[in-house]
């Protein structure tokens, strides 16, 4: 085992890599050479990047791909996905074109409220604590001035404290539970800042007006907002269905519906259900500089809101017309963290029109939405096996270092084919005798 190492964020670059390279690499120049391959040779944009977190010694790439064709409440965009799944900017794409034929997406936002809790323990009369929260409540507002002053300026801030009584479910248990407005950002550090003076505020407070043993545990905000909804939608005549890949629109709507009630109903299949959807939420939510891990939570969270994991999207078919929607907690921001800092961020927010973080939720459920309806479509129809092999198809080449003129060759010779990795194994074998 090698030895534990002290002080290494505090060593340069170049020396953490070398000591990566000491300690776990047997080929050292190989090692140091793609690390250093990376690197990007513009040293400011490096630095950037470097600083994003603590020992930096390369970068991860990801391709940034997008999908264009979106109609969104009439408008057109183009999405930007970052993502290294072989099918799923194609899968968004296709799903794009479809529904621009048939009226395109429209997305609502339901609602916008973020929270935070104060967590404490306390150890007295419940209607004394009760009436001390009621007498300091405007006093926790207050302290916080100089934080929620900008917010407050641009229309945003504290919308409510409330003090919630979780002594059933742990001893002595209660919360400050806070509800915010932040507009357009994410408002993570805003809604901690907040809370974490609500805390010293209350702990004051109490030590002279309360008395009794009261002890702050943890201030921090919480990343299932299931009032910070958004809802998108496509609708079309189930006629209007009929396409290429589509020859008998009855039959496919019923099946469509039947597979979401599937997703509804049983768990198993709920979870790669959703996992599909996160497949295009997450690819856009990266794109855009936003906190992916803090959307899944909230969105599986909210998957489960009625005590068993289901669908996030639904399906029905009324009076001859075919009906699918998505409905989701989205916390995204397009100001504030990576969104002013990340060149490639930037970017993409001005590839969707500079959104406010209302019409991001929106082009991120309409993303998820979309990529939903492609899988479910190839599944109950085609198979998902032959678009993802076909997408797949350049990454196996790529393993075996196909050239481009094979590349070009197998390429051309698999669209008559089966994609299967022993297929193009033999394929190329085949070529290069
Ligand atoms: C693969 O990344 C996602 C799917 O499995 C989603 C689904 O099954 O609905 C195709």
New binding site residues.
């Given amino acids: 085992m090698p030895n534990a190492i002290s002080g290494f964020s505090k060593l340069s670059k170049s020396k953490k890599i070398e000591w990566l390279l000491e300690t776990y690499f047997d080929n050292k120049d190989t090692a140091r050479d793609l690390v250093k391959q990376y690197w990007n040779s513009n040293e400011k944009l490096q630095k950037l990047h470097d600083e994003f977190i603590e020992n930096t010694i390369t970068n991860y790439y990801l391709p940034l791909g997008v999908a264009p064709n979106f109609s969104i409440n009439s408008e057109l965009y183009t999405i930007p996905m970052a993502i290294e799944?072989s099918s799923v900017v194609a899968a968004a794409s296709k799903a794009a074109k479809f529904w621009l034929d048939r009226g395109g997406f429209k997305a609502e936002v339901i609602s916008t409220e973020k929270i935070g809790q104060v967590h404490f323990m306390y150890n007295g009369n419940f209607e004394k604590l009760k009436s001390f929260f009621e007498s300091v409540k405007s006093k926790l507002i207050a302290s916080t001035s100089e934080i929620t002053k900008n917010m407050e300026r641009r229309g945003g801030g504290i919308l409510n404290i409330e003090l919630k009584n979780k002594s059933k479910d742990l001893d002595n248990y209660y919360q400050l539970h806070a509800t915010f407005e932040t507009l357009d950002a994410m408002g993570a550090n805003f809604i901690n800042s907040c809370l974490e003076q609500f805390a010293k505020t209350f702990k004051i407070e109490a030590e002279t007006h309360l008395k009794d043993d009261l002890e702050i545990v943890m201030s921090i905000l919480s990343n299932y907002v299931p009032n910070c909804l958004v809802r998108a939608e496509v609708s079309c005549e189930i006629s209007e269905l009929k396409s290429k890949d589509i020859s008998n629109p009855e039959l496919f709507a019923q099946k469509f519906k039947q597979a979401i009630s599937i997703a509804e109903t049983e768990p198993y299949r709920a979870v790669?259900?959703n996992?599909?959807i996160m497949?295009g939420i997450d690819a856009v939510v990266l794109a855009t500089g936003n906190d992916f891990r803090a959307v899944e939570a909230g969105v599986h969270a909210y998957a489960a809101r009625d005590g068993k994991y289901s669908s996030l999207t639904h399906c029905s078919i009324d009076d001859e017309v075919f009906k699918f929607w998505i409905e989701i907690p989205l916390a995204l921001g397009t100001v504030g963290g990576l969104t002013s800092l990340h060149p490639l961020v930037k970017f993409s927010l001005e590839m969707l029109k500079r959104p406010t973080a209302k019409d991001l939720m929106q082009i991120v459920a309409v993303a998820g939405l979309a990529q939903?309806f492609g899988?479910?479509k190839s599944?109950t129809t085609t198979g998902?096996q032959e678009g993802h092999m076909k997408m797949h198809l350049m990454n196996i080449l790529n393993q075996f270092e196909a050239t481009q003129d094979e590349k070009t060759k197998l390429v051309e010779h698999f669209k008559t084919n089966v994609v299967t990795h022993s297929a193009v194994v033999e394929a190329i074998e085949n070529l290069r005798n």
Wanted: proline letters at 0%; glycine letters at 10%.
């Fill in positions: 799944e790669t259900h996992k599909g497949n939903n899988a479910v599944l998902i």
